[in-house]
């Protein structure tokens, strides 16, 4: 039982680093246990549907080590694990051992991993406290968290609102004070679109820089695991901690753990800044609550020396298209593994039907109508007469996206932008349009298909005080640099704000 009748940091958790949080441990205003106990008892009610399960025995015991720890080696032990007893949550696409993965599908509602990927391995040799697996779209297959079987996220103090897609329910758990950070997962926009939706930092890392072992795939040359939190200097934290080559991902890149918490701490020269404003970002389409503090804060930091460039990006009107042939495409491929024979939850025995597609059928009918459609969709455009006019065709202008970023980034150091054209738009105000709603993406897509790092911070807020993203987008393996821009910049906006 905690000592305190009113946990007296909670009230202020939305504010606190990471750093500060160590601050008070080492002062014992709280232990980790009671940290834990205080996160725990807001994720178990679970206000905002953003937990699908609370891992209480797991962080638990991890927090009562975290204590040891600390009472044995003192702030060193801070300096040694800077992550050490922080309480964090998971996308429940991301494997941690013999914890249960649905990845917000009732196909796999039963299914608990055998072993946990190479982040969760770093995180939990830092000592850090997992409180729960968060909910999200179905597989990761959509951009407001209502494609999930387990609830619809809110945001934290708009219950009528989507917390966005699909790293919905790891943004909202930053949001609402049960976590202190969280791992989510961008294939196309799903941890930057929920991060400005709810008002906090998060990074989408170069393709190749955060191992994906462990991560269940969606579109498996497209995911990218990342870090949301309060702050720059925490996401810098966190990201620190999970970058690194990986030799079981064939795909990670053989490049040293980046140094993001120590360069959000770096003064902004902004004088030696350039920074690129695409056109194709600010045409019709953009609602003026979200363009205005947008241009308020580019007009910020050109205030304090920064070069704002004119570019073009012209092929990133094709993203959406592009984006959504080939994510789909290779979702038809990875998902085909869920047969209820290797994995997957089973309604009906292969005996108790008379032939094996029946049995598919009626097990795989536990999947929802998007990730049936988009499943349709990539076998459809990878079947025989129509790859070539549909993948590969979109294989080619995913590679023109990627040369109008490199021409861009000879003229500038970062494309600054909106993360998405609106503010957290109402629950059930666009499931009956796609279009709409895969347009959600059109800012953030681009990125993804040409491998960049970007990220989401937020800017400002609209009349009825829903949060605004700005996003960064930079070269390949910028993310210290970016880092410390972004905290140059969430300094500037708090104080004009």
Same mark, same amino acid.
């Given at each position: ?12 958790a939305?504010?606190?680093k ?25 994720a ?78 770093q ?5 850090a406290?997992?409180?729960g ?5 179905e ?19 708009f ?5 966005g ?5 790891s ?24 991060s ?29 695991i990342?870090?949301m ?18 030799f079981?991902?064939?795909t990670?890149?053989?490049m ?12 902004t ?19 003026p609550?979200?363009?205005?503090p ?32 080939i ?19 089973r309604? =009906?025995?292969?005996?108790?039907v ?17 990730v ?12 025989a ?11 080619? =202008? ?18 600054v ?8 738009f109402?629950k ?19 990125a993804?298909l040409?491998?960049?790092p ?7 807020q ?15 393996f ?20």
């Amino acid at each position: 039982m905690c000592r305190f009748t009113v946990f007296p940091v909670r009230v202020k958790a939305e504010y606190m680093k990471i750093r500060q949080t160590h601050e008070a441990i080492a002062k014992k205003t709280f232990s980790f246990l009671e940290l834990t106990q205080d996160r725990l008892k807001l994720a178990k009610e679970n206000k905002h549907q953003e937990y699908i399960t609370v891992c209480a025995d797991l962080a638990l015991s991890a927090a009562t080590k975290a204590d040891a720890v600390f009472q044995k080696e003192g702030v060193q032990a801070f300096v040694r694990n800077p992550i050490l007893g922080i309480p964090l949550a998971i996308k429940d696409l991301i494997l941690i051992r013999n914890i249960r993965n649905t990845c917000g599908s009732k196909l796999l509602d039963n299914y608990v991993a055998p072993y946990s990927a190479s982040v969760i391995q770093q995180l939990e040799g830092a000592g850090a406290v997992f409180i729960g697996k968060t909910n999200l779209d179905e597989f990761g297959m959509g951009s407001s968290n209502e494609n999930s079987p387990y609830g619809s996220v809110s945001i934290p103090g708009f219950p009528e609102r989507v917390a966005g897609g699909s790293s919905g329910g790891s943004a909202a758990a930053v949001k609402s004070g049960s976590c202190d950070a969280a791992l989510g997962t961008d294939t196309g926009g799903s941890i930057r679109l929920p991060s400005s939706f709810c008002g906090i930092v998060g990074i989408k890392p170069t393709y190749g820089r955060v191992s994906r072992y462990g991560q269940v795939a969606y579109a498996s040359s497209l995911d990218q695991i990342g870090p949301m939190a309060r702050t720059v200097e925490d996401a810098g934290l966190l990201l620190d901690l999970i970058t690194g080559h990986d030799f079981k991902d064939s795909t990670s890149i053989p490049m040293p753990p980046t140094r993001c918490a120590a360069a959000s701490a770096l003064m902004t020269e902004w004088s030696k800044i350039r920074l690129g404003v695409p056109e194709e970002y600010f045409k019709s389409g953009l609602h003026p609550d979200v363009e205005k503090p947008i241009r308020q804060a580019l007009t910020w930091a050109e205030k304090q020396g920064a070069k704002l460039v004119p570019v073009q990006l012209p092929h990133s009107e094709y993203g959406v298209a592009v984006y959504y042939l080939i994510a789909v495409s290779e979702a038809s491929s990875n998902l085909a593994r869920f047969d209820s024979v290797r994995y997957g939850q089973r309604k =009906v025995l292969a005996e108790d039907v008379r032939d094996l597609s029946t049995f598919y059928e009626i097990n795989r009918s536990q999947l929802g109508e998007e990730v049936k459609k988009r499943i349709l969709l990539g076998t459809f455009a990878l079947s025989a007469g129509y790859s070539e006019a549909y993948f590969k065709r979109a294989c080619q =202008v995913r590679r023109k996206i990627k040369e109008d970023f490199d021409r861009v980034f000879n003229t500038v150091d970062f494309i600054v932008g909106p993360v998405s054209s609106t503010v957290a738009f109402k629950k059930g105000e666009k499931t009956q349009d796609p279009l709409q709603m895969y347009l959600n993406d059109i800012f953030t897509v681009p990125a993804n298909l040409a491998g960049l790092p970007a990220m989401s911070l937020p800017c400002g807020q609209d009349s009825n005080g829903l949060s605004v993203g700005l996003q960064l987008i930079g070269p390949a393996f910028s993310e210290e640099f970016m880092v410390s821009l972004a905290a140059g910049f969430e300094k500037g906006i708090e104080g004009v704000r």
